[in-house]
């Protein structure tokens, strides 16, 4: 689970990619480039992503039909959706990606500064998201854990208030409490 968080980006245009890739240089941030909408859902289906940068405007499927898509899809809808345009600043295109899940919308030219900002911050809350999913296992672990100890401490005392009765049920106890202590 200590992987790097990657960042999915979606352009029809390969040299958007790599401009985009050039501004995410120096992030703790694997990008991960892809062509179209389609692409881009089957990409979600192998990887899990802190973010997504997606092209609003887009051949065939647009980015507001693949933000769709993504945010019915249970292990997808939680992803940040960041949008990217080189339309005009037109307040429709912007409702409509905040309609479909998006958490920004950015036109070009874009400030490359506040770009990696907000990348930087899903990538944080990705890697903290993370940190505590590992917690979360560890002390589901140790509750277990803890469990199988109660267990075997009541098993062992019932063996033991029994043992004015019967003289092996000391051994038994002892046998239980070392079974438990060892995790076998």
Same mark, same amino acid.
């Given at each position: 689970?200590?992987?790097? !968080?990657?960042?999915?980006? /979606?352009?029809?245009?390969?040299?958007?990619?790599? *401009?985009?890739?050039?501004?995410?240089?120096?992030? *703790?941030?694997?990008?991960? !480039?892809?062509?179209?909408?389609?692409?881009?859902?089957?990409?979600?289906?192998?990887? @899990? +992503? #802190?973010?997504?940068?997606?092209?609003?405007?887009? &051949?065939?499927?647009? =980015? +507001?039909?693949?933000?769709?898509?993504?945010?019915?899809?249970?292990?997808?809808?939680? /992803? &940040?959706?960041? +949008?990217?345009?080189?339309?005009?600043? @037109?307040?429709?295109? !912007?409702?409509? =990606?905040?309609?479909?899940?998006?958490?920004?919308?950015?036109?070009?030219?874009?400030?490359?500064?506040?770009?990696? #900002?907000?990348?930087?911050? +899903?990538?944080?809350?990705? %890697?903290?998201?993370?940190?505590?999913?590992?917690?979360?296992? $560890?002390?589901?672990?140790?509750?277990?854990?803890?469990?199988?100890? $109660?267990?075997?401490?009541?098993?062992?005392? $019932?063996?033991?208030?029994?043992?004015? $009765?019967?003289?092996?049920?000391?051994?038994?106890?002892?046998?239980?409490?070392?079974?438990?202590?060892? =995790? %076998?």
């Amino acid at each position: 689970m200590t992987d790097m !968080a990657r960042a999915l980006l /979606v352009d029809d245009r390969r040299e958007n990619l790599l *401009a985009l890739e050039a501004i995410l240089q120096g992030i *703790a941030v694997h990008p991960v !480039a892809v062509e179209s909408g389609e692409a881009a859902l089957k990409q979600l289906m192998m990887d @899990d +992503f #802190a973010v997504i940068l997606l092209d609003a405007q887009m &051949p065939d499927m647009d =980015g +507001f039909e693949t933000a769709a898509h993504i945010k019915r899809r249970e292990r997808t809808r939680h /992803v &940040p959706i960041i +949008f990217l345009t080189a339309a005009d600043r @037109d307040s429709h295109l !912007a409702v409509r =990606g905040y309609s479909v899940g998006a958490v920004d919308y950015l036109t070009k030219p874009l400030d490359p500064w506040v770009l990696r #900002a907000k990348v930087s911050v +899903f990538v944080d809350l990705w %890697s903290k998201n993370r940190q505590l999913q590992m917690q979360a296992e $560890t002390v589901r672990e140790r509750e277990s854990q803890w469990a199988a100890l $109660t267990d075997a401490v009541d098993e062992s005392l $019932t063996a033991l208030r029994d043992a004015h $009765t019967n003289p092996e049920a000391i051994t038994r106890a002892v046998r239980i409490l070392e079974k438990a202590r060892w =995790g %076998s």
